[in-house]
């Protein structure tokens, strides 16, 4: 038996969007997933079209289940940052995602195999007992659980390249 037939997939793996960085901070941020990893880790900047002066890259990772919290506690003591981790859900194991922004902080939600955020059973119980016959305070507390407020402000970031794109229509005939 080789070493090559005895290699075994990565137990997990998943993508890091990092949506705003300052320029100056870019090594850092790269040079802190290579410690979360355990490997070097190298991305490729551009600008980001929303916040003049800052940088966005994505880097697809593969590691050991729980290298998406590592990365995401690697990277949420820079306020500066807006950031999102994902960890794909592997055999026996729950996905993850991870929301950072300066204003709101970090979020985790599990995810389900296909990428949906899972809200568990006692975080639906405890909206509805927080939220009483209040319909709206029940929308405001599963808005919450979904992380719906960190969606909405990486929203903007996540679509910046889309800013750039040039569509050119041509009238034939």
Known sequence: MTAASTRHAPAARGV????????ALCP?????????L???????????????????????????AGSGAALASALH????????VTEDAGFGVDGGRWFHTPELGIFF???????????????????LVAAGTNALDLH???RLALGQAWDDALEPFRHASDMNAVI???QVG
């Open 16 to 23: 890091l969007y990092v949506h705003s960085s300052p320029r």
């Open 28 to 36: 850092h941020v790269e040079w802190a997933v290579s410690r979360a």
């Open 38 to 64: 355990g490997e070097a880790a190298h991305f490729d900047w551009s600008e980001q079209p929303v916040l003049k002066g800052a940088q966005r890259a994505e880097f697809y990772w593969e590691g050991p």
């Open 77 to 84: 003591g820079w306020e500066q940052l807006r950031f999102e």
């Open 109 to 127: 939600a599990q995810t389900d195999t296909v990428g949906n955020i899972v809200i568990p059973e006692d975080r639906v119980r405890n909206a």
């Open 140 to 142: 405001r507390e599963l």
């Open 168 to 170: 050119w229509l041509h």
